[in-house]
């Protein structure tokens, strides 16, 4: 149980562009979703937390107006990187859990890479 | 002061060995504490998770969590290569407001268990 799938796995693309990144719970509602980056050999770092109806809330430093999140319902949240730039190129992981001090259950990870 | 601090290593260890990942956190009024393994290029997978002082086992790890001491570590006993990954501890704050629920990432130990 306990299944989150992100889709896609490896992205590519040119900068200006925006890139949608979706993340689903499988097998159990998620009112609540939360976004990671990782940088190479770096920690996995929170970018917002995503809220079923309601807006997310984003960690400091994250622009809100980039890293678009939406969470229309209980299983699906996604995260849209808007104008990308090769800085932004990094491992994205969603991830969700079945309750407020639950694990957290992480899908396989979007692999951006913007030229 | 970092809120979750890991011994960043590289540990080694040989195949067979018992491997010891070690974790400090700040917030004294954290509750649940977690331990996931990273491969590279990969999004990290649960492997316990710990909620009373004491010991918790699984199969060839256990988990420890002194709440005294604001520790928590991992064991992993009759170690494999396949074992070799980096290992984040994480941690649940207690903290109330827009961080509660929130899991905060140490900045992870490399583990390597050699043939």
């Known amino acids: 149980g306990a299944v989150v799938s992100q889709h896609p796995s490896w992205v590519i693309c040119k900068s200006g562009t925006s890139v949608k990144i979706e993340c689903r719970s499988l097998?159990?509602?998620?009112?609540?979703m939360f976004w990671y980056r990782q940088f190479p050999k770096q920690s996995l770092m929170l970018m917002a937390t995503?809220?079923?109806?309601?807006?997310?809330?984003?960690e400091q430093g994250v622009e809100k107006d980039k890293f678009l999140i939406n969470h229309a319902s209980l299983t699906l949240s996604t995260l849209t990187v808007t104008s990308a730039h090769p800085e932004d190129s990094s491992f994205y992981i969603c991830?969700?859990?079945?309750?407020?001090?639950?694990?957290?259950?992480f899908g396989n990870g979007t692999r951006l890479t913007v030229t | 002061q970092k809120e979750v601090e890991q011994n960043s290593g590289p540990l080694s260890v040989p195949e067979g060995a018992i491997a010891s990942l070690n974790c400090t956190y700040s917030?004294?009024?954290?509750?649940?504490f977690f331990w996931y393994r990273q491969y590279s290029g990969k999004s990290p997978e649960l492997i316990m998770f710990?909620?009373?002082?004491g010991d918790k086992e699984d199969g060839r790890f256990t988990a420890q969590l002194n709440k005294a001491s604001q520790y928590v570590s991992l064991l992993i006993r009759d170690s494999q290569p396949s074992d070799s990954a980096t290992y984040l501890c994480a941690v649940i704050s207690d903290a109330g407001g827009t961080s509660y629920g929130k899991l905060t990432f140490g900045q992870g130990t490399i583990l390597t268990v050699h043939p």
């Open positions: 991830s969700a859990r079945t309750g407020t001090n639950s694990p957290l259950h």
């Open positions: 917030d004294r009024g954290s509750q649940s």
């Open positions: 710990i909620y009373s002082n």
């Open positions: 097998d159990f509602q998620a009112t609540t």
């Open positions: 995503s809220n079923e109806g309601s807006k997310a809330t984003y």
